[in-house]
């Protein structure tokens, strides 16, 4: 699953991540690493508290767990 999910990621444009239910990052593709300022790699395990704004931060985690109640996925 993880070698599709990159594979999907590095040929994808758009922002591709995947995140475990306390919010750590398990995958973030390079347009990911582009908008947040952060490798890739350095992502893996961090939150959005570690690199964002806490406004931002605020927003992205409550999204995240809106997400995860509904079991859906989501564009935002």
């Known amino acids: 699953a993880n070698s599709l999910l990159a594979l999907v990621g590095s040929s ?3 922002l ?3 995140k475990d ?3 750590r990052y398990l995958y973030a ?3 990911v690493a582009a908008v947040t300022g952060v490798p890739s790699p350095d992502l893996i395990g961090k ?3 570690d690199w964002a704004s806490p ?3 605020a927003m992205l985690e ?3 767990q809106r997400i995860m109640s509904a079991g859906l ?3 935002v």
């Open 21 to 23: 239910r306390e919010g």
């Open 62 to 64: 409550e999204n995240d």
């Open 55 to 57: 406004a931002d931060a």
């Open 47 to 49: 939150r959005d508290r």
């Open 73 to 75: 996925t989501e564009h």
């Open 16 to 18: 591709i991540f995947a």
């Open 12 to 14: 994808a444009p758009g």
């Open 29 to 31: 593709n390079e347009a």
